[in-house]
């Protein structure tokens, strides 16, 4: 009897596909428990930095094929949010809720309890998530706290009132829905044709990441 082929990774979806889905993936996860609204969350995620890479660096598919497959240099989520910081296509803060949603993830996905985001280390690392920055909040996101009425730019004071009452689960996933819109947002500007065709020309690096965040 011949060896059993192991399932195949599904492909990450291409960043246009992925920030059309940025809604229906925020109103998707009020529908699902906490430990798949985590689940979601971690791929949906991971699929977003995978496209951020992709789109910032020469397009050699072999060659990142082979760098973001399963047992590739960049396969897991840890490393590939560390080289899009590093690259400077996402902040600090982003930088760290990254890693704070990648271990509420994991805390889910490596469990066989019936955990929640109630759950005391859970609940934790999410109370660590920081909600302070000032942002343009979309309609999806605004929902979530019971708001959807809101699309606006808030500062600092604004959203630190608005998200005080949150619970655990609210506050992951505020946390995500802005990462979500960011990061699909910023690759898809990274493919943006005149961005794209002048860093092919002159090098990936002929034009500063800053370029990105700083385009209306």
Request: aromatic residues 6%; charged residues 30%; positive net charge.
């Amino acid at each position: 009897m011949g060896k059993k082929k192991k399932p195949k990774r599904p492909r990450p979806l291409p960043l246009d596909q992925l920030s059309n889905k940025v809604d229906c993936f925020v109103k998707g996860l009020k529908k699902e428990t906490d430990r798949a609204a985590a689940l979601i969350v971690g791929a949906f995620l991971d699929d977003a930095l995978d496209g951020m890479i992709r789109a910032f660096v020469l397009p050699r598919k072999k060659i990142l094929d082979r760098l973001l497959a399963p047992s590739g240099a960049l396969s897991s989520a840890a490393v590939k949010t560390e080289l899009v910081y590093l690259l400077g296509l996402i902040d600090r803060q982003e930088y760290e809720n990254l890693g704070l949603i990648r271990d509420i993830r994991n805390r889910f996905g490596h469990s066989h309890e019936c955990l929640t985001f109630d759950a005391p280390g859970i609940r934790t690392l999410c109370e660590d998530l920081d909600l302070s920055s000032g942002w343009t909040v979309p309609l999806a996101a605004a929902d979530v706290g019971g708001h959807g009425d809101l699309a606006e730019e808030w500062g600092k004071e604004q959203v630190d009132d608005f998200v005080r009452e949150f619970s655990p689960r609210d506050r992951f996933i505020w946390a995500a829905t802005r990462l979500a819109g960011r990061m699909t947002d910023i690759g898809l500007r990274l493919l943006h044709p005149g961005l794209r065709k002048r860093r092919m020309a002159e090098g990936p690096l002929s034009v500063p990441p800053t370029w990105i965040i700083d385009q209306e």
